[in-house]
Structures are given as C-alpha cells and as structure tokens.
Nanobody, 122 residues
Framework: QVQLAESGGGLVQAGASLRVSCAVSGRPFSSHVIGWFRQAPGKEREFVAAIRWSRDSTYYADSVKGRFIISRDRAEMTVDLQMNDLKFEDTGVYYC???????????????WGQGTQVTVSS
C-alpha cells in the first residue's frame, strides 16, 4: 500500500522560490501518477501538477505552468515540486496524492498525505 508524506513548506516573500517534497513509501505501480494539490482557506482543493511514476510525463495547471517544476526520483522515492516566482495566490496547504492516470480532479486521487503549509507574503 502506497503512503505519502509531504515536507518542505514555509513562509517566503513574493518572487522567492521554495521546494516541497513528497516521500513515497510502499510499492507504487508503474502506472501510478503522483499529483500535487493545494488548498487555500475557504477554497476548494485545486490541482497543481502531476507526474507519472514510471516516466517523465507531466501535467501542470495553467496557473503554475512555467513557474513550477515537478520531478520524481525513483531511487530516493520522492516527488518534488520546485516552485519559482511565488505569488501571494500560491499560498495554501500543499498535498500529494496518488492516482491511476494524469487527472486533475481530486476525486481521482487517493492516499493523501497530511499536507505542508506554504505561505507567500506580498
């Protein structure tokens, strides 16, 4: 059974960079996708980016395309999200989760981590 745990959040100023990491335990299948989502107070959880476990197929939300980079290290069993040129609206709790395909709906994902807080000050 795959379990996920996020780390690396923090408080940064607008324009700065931050890297969050998702530690993957268990035995992910080659067909698995690991996705990053975020949720701001009072808002629904929204898709950020996703990557296939077996190869470098990626999928980004339009709001982060060109600023965020998702990558995975199968040896280290991690999926990282490098966030550059952060904006106030990137603030939220960032979660990673597992799915069977490159979906952007939270309902298609399972095995959610506890989340890590990212706060961007303007």
């Amino acid at each position: 059974q795959v379990q996920l745990a996020e780390s690396g959040g923090g408080l940064v100023q607008a324009g700065a960079s931050l890297r969050v990491s998702c530690a993957v335990s268990g035995r992910p299948f080659s067909s698995h996708v690991i996705g990053w989502f975020r949720q701001a107070p009072g808002k629904e959880r929204e898709f950020v980016a996703a990557i296939r476990w077996s190869r470098d197929s990626t999928y980004y939300a339009d709001s982060v395309k060109g600023r965020f980079i998702i990558s995975r290290d199968r040896a280290e069993m991690t999926v990282d999200l490098q966030m550059n040129d952060l904006k106030f609206e990137d603030t939220g709790v960032y979660y990673c989760a597992r799915a069977g395909g490159l979906y952007d709906s939270p309902s298609r994902y399972a095995a959610w981590g506890q989340g890590t807080q990212v706060t961007v000050s303007s």
